[in-house]
């Protein structure tokens, strides 16, 4: 069965999928009390969680490849409908202030638009041609990196946006919570974390939008590192924007250097523009700023390989 074939058939019986199942266990689900589905909420979660796991060699292989995109200037955008396309909007949104990063660079594209984001919009998810048109509007390249988001594995609008990313010659990475997803043939890391039947059979939003929610965070976080955002777990593109920020800032510079004041690191900030990073080498490397930053160039933002440079 060819790609075509195969990812047209979107109308099976979503019953046999692993996330539409039901539990005979949980017949009695709506006699428990409180404290009994608290628990056996939280018991789902580690399910979730070991689903993710269960699928961590082939998630970093999809984190290596979008990090070379977004390396080289790409950017990376999340597809999806309902709760699959607010988290990817949430983790996009997430990313700029957390790691300094432009809004272009991580985009949230959900079925639709942003309507959808507090507001049910019927049918969006069913249009294929609207998840290719999203993509066409912001320019999409082979440059660019698209990571469609389904519980089901078959969503048209998602469908429409992985057929879209492969004709141009973009990198496609899907993330599914059921194995055999219609997605996987159009990706070209196709991630299948199967979390199997939700307490509320059903209501993906739960096990399955908890293990989405998982995966998105490792793809930005771990695809930052690897770009040279992060240094010694800090978030060294971090923008001070507001006074817990700054005093962040004060902070990062301190347990990243040997500065041991306040009053020291936010001089050497001042003395950076504000820049953390700038901060770190002018202190670690004994420089100042424009050679710091000139350093920072050369070894394209990453603080590690420039104080490396530095004494080499």
Same mark, same amino acid.
């Given at each position: 069965?060819?790609?075509?074939?195969?990812?047209?058939?979107?109308?099976?019986?979503?019953?046999?999928?692993?996330?539409?199942?039901?539990? %005979?266990?949980?017949?009695?689900?709506?006699? &428990?009390?409180?404290?009994?589905?608290?628990?056996?909420?939280?018991?789902?979660?580690?399910?979730?969680?070991?689903?993710?796991?269960?699928?961590?060699?082939?998630?970093?292989?999809?984190?290596?490849?979008?990090?070379?995109?977004?390396?080289?200037?790409?950017?990376?955008?999340?597809?999806?409908?309902?709760?699959?396309?607010?988290?990817?909007?949430?983790?996009?949104?997430?990313?700029?202030?957390?790691?300094?990063?432009?809004?272009? &660079?991580?985009?949230?594209?959900?079925?639709?638009?942003?309507?959808?984001?507090?507001?049910?919009?019927?049918?969006?998810?069913?249009?294929?041609?609207?998840?290719?048109?999203?993509?066409?509007?912001?320019?999409?390249?082979?440059?660019?990196?698209? &990571?469609?988001?389904?519980?089901?594995?078959?969503?048209?609008?998602?469908?429409?946006?992985?057929?879209?990313?492969?004709?141009?010659? #973009?990198?496609?990475?899907?993330?599914?919570?059921?194995?055999?997803?219609?997605?996987?043939?159009?990706?070209?890391? %196709?991630?299948?974390?199967?979390?199997?039947?939700?307490?509320?059979?059903?209501?993906?939003?739960?096990?399955?939008?908890?293990?989405?929610?998982?995966?998105?965070?490792?793809?930005?976080?771990?695809?930052?590192?690897?770009?040279?955002?992060?240094?010694?777990?800090?978030?060294?593109?971090?923008?001070?924007?507001?006074?817990?920020?700054? #005093?962040?800032?004060?902070?990062?510079? &301190?347990?990243?250097?040997?500065?041991?004041?306040?009053?020291?690191?936010?001089?050497?900030?001042?003395?950076?523009?504000?820049?953390?990073?700038?901060?770190?080498?002018?202190?670690?490397?004994?420089?100042?700023?424009?050679?710091?930053? #000139?350093?920072?160039?050369?070894?394209?933002?990453?603080?590690?390989?420039?104080?490396?440079?530095?004494?080499?």
């Amino acid at each position: 069965m060819d790609v075509t074939q195969r990812t047209d058939q979107t109308d099976e019986n979503l019953g046999e999928l692993g996330t539409e199942s039901r539990d %005979p266990a949980l017949r009695d689900l709506d006699a &428990m009390d409180s404290l009994a589905i608290v628990n056996l909420l939280a018991d789902t979660n580690e399910q979730a969680v070991a689903a993710v796991r269960a699928e961590a060699v082939r998630i970093a292989a999809a984190i290596e490849a979008v990090s070379a995109r977004l390396g080289a200037g790409g950017r990376l955008f999340y597809v999806g409908a309902g709760t699959s396309g607010r988290l990817g909007v949430l983790d996009a949104s997430e990313c700029p202030p957390t790691f300094g990063v432009s809004s272009e &660079m991580i985009q949230g594209v959900i079925a639709g638009g942003e309507r959808a984001l507090v507001n049910s919009v019927e049918g969006a998810e069913d249009d294929a041609q609207q998840g290719a048109e999203a993509l066409r509007a912001r320019g999409l390249t082979a440059g660019d990196a698209v &990571m469609a988001i389904a519980a089901s594995g078959r969503t048209p609008y998602c469908l429409g946006a992985l057929r879209e990313a492969r004709s141009v010659g #973009a990198l496609t990475v899907s993330l599914s919570c059921n194995k055999g997803a219609a997605l996987s043939p159009l990706a070209d890391h %196709p991630l299948e974390v199967a979390t199997g039947a939700e307490v509320i059979a059903g209501s993906t939003r739960m096990k399955a939008g908890t293990a989405q929610k998982i995966v998105l965070n490792m793809m930005t976080t771990t695809a930052m590192i690897r770009i040279g955002k992060v240094y010694q777990g800090q978030m060294v593109d971090m923008v001070a924007s507001n006074e817990k920020l700054r #005093a962040r800032a004060c902070r990062i510079v &301190m347990q990243t250097t040997d500065l041991t004041s306040e009053v020291e690191a936010e001089g050497m900030l001042r003395k950076a523009g504000g820049s953390i990073k700038a901060a770190i080498v002018m202190t670690g490397a004994g420089v100042a700023h424009e050679v710091a930053e #000139a350093m920072l160039d050369g070894a394209r933002g990453n603080v590690r390989d420039a104080l490396a440079g530095s004494t080499a």
